[in-house]
T-cell receptor, first 117, second 113 residues
């Protein structure tokens, strides 16, 4: 089973709202990722968690706040977003600890389509 | 740094045509190579992968061979179907480094009946 689930599938929010995106995997993977994908572009890495610890923050604005409550769950808290933050937000997971080295494969969820009004 | 270059799209073919999507890479080490597919309105799905030179990845009739001498990982399918219409991303990760995925720009494929 290589399933990563994400909720909600679609989200519309105003610039003053606070919302959260959720991601879950039950593959025993040790690393989890958040990506942002704009239309007709490849995904851009935002954050990486290894064993519930933040390993990478790719200079993401503080209005995006990640959280990893346990090794199977990953949240992305959203606050005071801008219209240009509208995008598809993808979660992924992989077996190895980030930076551990070795051949690894990332498995992606279906994404959350976010629209900021 | 590492990079991936894909053939520019969009690519439009008729059903049952032969497909090739070119992908070349630049990497200092010996990367693992991947093809991901993204159907309309969906996330990325792993299509196939190869982890060392001369490995052939295959899935759903698609194939790609890791060619170290030409630093290429071209995606091929002998007979495409309308359901293959999607965006295809070539990607690499460096096993010696932090396993960060480096994506190509993506190739949009449309198959007409």
């Amino acid at each position: 089973d290589t399933e990563v689930t994400q909720t909600p599938k679609h989200l519309v929010m105003g610039m003053t709202n606070k919302k959260s995106l959720k991601c879950e995997q039950h593959m025993g993977h040790r690393a989890m990722y958040w990506y942002k994908q704009k239309a007709k572009k490849p995904p851009e890495l935002m954050f990486v968690y290894s064993y519930e610890k933040l390993s990478i923050n790719e200079s993401v604005p503080s209005r995006f706040s990640p959280e990893c409550p346990n090794s199977s769950l990953l949240n992305l808290h959203l606050h005071a977003l801008q219209p240009e933050d509208s995008a598809l937000y993808l979660c992924a997971s992989s077996q190895l600890l980030y930076g551990q080295g070795g051949s690894d494969t990332q498995y992606f969820g279906p994404g959350t389509r976010l629209t900021v009004l | 740094g590492d990079s991936v270059t894909q053939m520019e799209g969009p690519v439009t073919l008729s059903e049952e045509a032969f497909l090739t999507i070119n992908c070349t890479y630049t990497a200092t080490g010996y990367p693992s190579l991947f093809w991901y597919v993204q159907y309309p309105g969906e996330g990325l799905q792993l299509l196939l992968k190869a982890t060392k030179a001369d490995d052939k990845g295959s899935n759903k009739g698609f194939e790609a061979t890791y060619r170290k001498e030409t630093t290429s990982f071209h995606l091929e399918k002998g007979s495409v179907q309308v359901s293959d219409s999607a965006v295809y991303f070539c990607a690499l990760s460096d096993p010696e480094g932090a396993q960060k995925l480096v994506f190509g720009q993506g190739t949009r494929l449309t198959i007409n009946p």
